[in-house]
């Protein structure tokens, strides 16, 4: 089972401009993680926020998480057409948090 | 060069047939993971492992089988019983305390 949803499902901005992608989920979490994807690649981690940090940055990335709506957001500063790809947030889950449950993604076109 | 590996990246089989997909880490991860990914859509997970010798099902173990008899490796089967086995692999690793999971490339499995 997926633990939540992202929004928007896809998004298509210019270089230079912010992008930013939503991710809800339904349980209590130890920390969310937010991967990205390349087309017909693996996914590689980007940043971990834990459930009591409120926002967190690298680079031109910028995590916030509200437990109380159980939502995060991802912002990237600036893109870049080389940030084109697929955006998946990831709760931990299960006995001991062994697990991540993903969201079903955000695919990001950045147009030069 | 420390990483995770995933065999074939191309796989096609026929209806009726069990297949293998390889999964080697020299990580000395403790935790291995295997996902399936369908068209646009986010991760589910199949099986994890947590130490070598023991598994457990994730969320659509129904059709697969895995072993774990060495801490690098982590193979799965997809057997016959697997009623839409075409969809992308993708096999994980976790471990040194950290909460983040490193991602092989990937097999695509296509059921002729």
């Known amino acids: ?112 | 060069d420390g990483g995770i590996t995933q065999s074939p990246k191309y796989l096609f089989r026929k209806e009726g047939q069990n297949v293998t997909l390889s999964c080697e880490q020299n990580l000395n991860h403790d935790a291995m993971y295997w996902y399936r990914q369908d068209p646009g859509q986010g991760l589910r997970l199949i099986y994890y492992s947590q130490i070598v010798n023991d598994f457990q099902k994730g969320d659509i173990a129904e059709g697969y089988s895995v072993s774990r008899e060495k801490k690098e490796s982590f193979p799965l089967t997809v057997t016959s019983a697997q009623k839409n086995p075409t969809a992308f692999y993708l096999c994980a690793s976790k471990g040194g305390g950290a909460d983040t999971q490193y991602f092989g490339p990937g097999t695509r499995l296509t059921v002729l």
């Open chain 1, 1 to 112: 089972s997926q633990q939540g949803e992202e929004d928007p499902q896809a998004l298509s901005i210019q270089e230079g401009e912010n992008a930013t992608m939503n991710c809800s989920y339904k349980t209590s979490i130890n920390n969310l993680q937010w991967y990205r994807q390349n087309s017909g690649r693996g996914l590689v981690h980007l940043i971990l926020i834990r459930s009591n940090e409120r926002e967190k940055h690298s680079g031109r990335l910028r995590v916030t998480l509200d437990t109380s709506k159980k939502s995060s957001s991802l912002l990237i500063t600036a893109s870049r057409a080389a940030d084109t790809a697929s955006y998946f947030c990831a709760t931990d889950a299960g006995v001991g948090f062994q697990k991540l449950v993903f969201g079903t993604g955000t695919r990001l076109l950045v147009s030069p």
